[in-house]
């Protein structure tokens, strides 16, 4: 069978709504699309419910779904971050996400975020990392951006049956809390007595860091202490790459995405010119998505920027978020090998007028050698209820670019 | 996040074929559409199967699917019937629908409906209401409109595995069944024998009844009889309103209609002007969805007539029933808030060709602030095949609409 390559351009939350701003079009509608709208005439489009009809989802759960991974298969926030920030994440492990945060003597959480605390987090996390519960039992830590960590605790016996200390409040004067079981389990038990010694032993530890000396005699709030959440237990998932027998790239600048990629057996390829932002850079990341193209069959290239625009509910930015996409697209689309399908999609919709991800379907289109043409010529989410593909699922949509590559067992013989 | 809310308008049984009394158009397309065409052409539409393509469903599975349920949380039609007609019902009753019945002194059904009775069986029904069959099983019975009434039987290990005592055959000679358990278990067999011992005991009951004494004497057939058909067992289905955390409200003149209401927790609104016919009170239909809205996040307002005109064979007669419906949606289109979505959708289709429920998917539309338009300007079985919905399946289409409001959990992070 005729072997061919896909590379999945990635518009985080670009699914929108009309919006008043913009003459009542959706900012995709609005901006200018050279590219993408040469594509879409050329080649099939359609709407993608990432999970079904009407349902949200996080960045990591539709990025899971478009690495080719069912909605079941989703492992929990914390082990995807670990992946993200770099951390090795073994089967059995108990990943949290956490805040540097700052505690006073009575347990009083004063700052969810240590002062916005941006630097000097390496040093602290460093003093904590490797840190023996017992025997059997050992943490590390590692710092994300800004205030946030991601905490594994390792050993036999362990759960993710446990409660926050991250009291999700205000900080008006709510005390962090003390880990609990959310079972009967022994292991669930184990897991918070564990994570209950690391909070206090770390406590003791980074009220006395030089970094957070010197930032109180600045005048700061220290890190002295960790609240964390999410905990979730890395399950062995079999990479996408093992199960369809492919070899993968993805090019990100943020940790979620290269997270849901090094799950998915993926290279996670970034660099710092990569913001995660309006500004990041593009040219870079199309060089990149084509020299990948060489030696993998499936590559990723995610742009964040529509997303965090639809969050800020600032529809002018999200239009030009969405050009930069769109400049990103035709570099590839230019030197497109023609053995390879350049394929559009997005995670979620997060609209400007909600600013949040909300359940309506994304437009997504395919362009490359010898495919159905539909009569759509351009790329939104108007005109995309009419492409060829109709409605489908993400999962779907996926396995229509594998079946594309040719890498989908055929059932029946 | 925004909070919206819906108005739901369901016109029953509204999907049709094109017949030949009306120009090979449907009813739908056949009658005036002022206001549905307005919203049409303003708003998203779509074709909706309530299970699946080519499955027909009753009212009650339709509308169950329509309030937000899968079908398989379906509970059966007593159940639905007991809380339609007011009864209280506890989980493990199993609940059954009744007809008054003529049987003569050999147990032959003479008549299946008691010469269609229509009065008196309020006070049949009080006297074998909260009828002890032993210490610790009791029956309650209400009457319903016309012939039917409603059955129950309380008390701990019954099921509803249990069979007929309808004998389901014309008036032409066909005695009435004795209950039979449907498989091995005590249960059935234990609610079996109380169910025969209750109809024993009404039948002697009844025959000496002053209502039915009277209506001998008139020459009338008198009920004496129960005859039972579809056993249904209450289990406890979460109530849609406290899953999804919203306030729902319902109006509507037909009991099964309003049942569904009370298992989903909306409230349950009817008048004696709403009479499940073509003279229903649109009026005040529309005016109570409008005022129910103020107070609530999910107003349901239902018309009947539609599906009756189907099942008698009547385009014209449906044509009327859709040209009514259609006034009752302006009504409320007129003074729809900004922050609430109109939504149109049937529970099944009904062709007159056919004369009973269909497996046709049913035309559905959305129209509200914000939201992404289609090219279809015609709410009609054909032109919504093209709406930028798409084919969805009931849940699905509940769940957009959930979504729409803001009440759908996000999965992932």
Redesign the interface.
Known sequence: MLHRKIILAIADGLGD????DLNNL?PLEYAKRTNMDRLAAQGITG?VDL????????????H?ILFGYQ?TD?PG?GPIEALGVGMEVEPGDVVLRCNWATVNDEGIVVDRRAGRIREGTTELAALLNGMKLDDHVQAFIQSATEHRAVLIIRGNGLSDQISDSDPHAPNDGHPYHEVKALNDSEEARRTAYYLNLFLQQSHALLKNHPVNIERMKQGKLPANFLITR?AGQAAHLEPMTTRMKIKGSCIAGESTVLGVAKLAGFDAITDITMTGNIDTNIELKAKLALEQNVSNDFVVVHMKAPDLKGHDADPLGKVYAIERFDEMVGLIADQLPEDTYLALAADHST?C????????PVPVLIYGPSLRRDRVTEYT??EC??GGL??LSGSQFVTTLHGLMGCVKKQGS
């Not at 709504?17 to 008043?20: A, D, K, N």
């Not at 999970?51 to 539709?62: F, L, N």
């Not at 007028?353 to 309506?360: A, K, L, M, Q, V």
């Open positions: 709504r009309p919006h008043p959706t709407m999970i079904s009809p009407g349902i949200p989802v996080g960045t990591d759960m539709g899971l909605p989703y926030r999410g609209p007028e909600i600013g949040e991800h909300t359940g309506d989410e108007i209820m009419y109709g409605r």
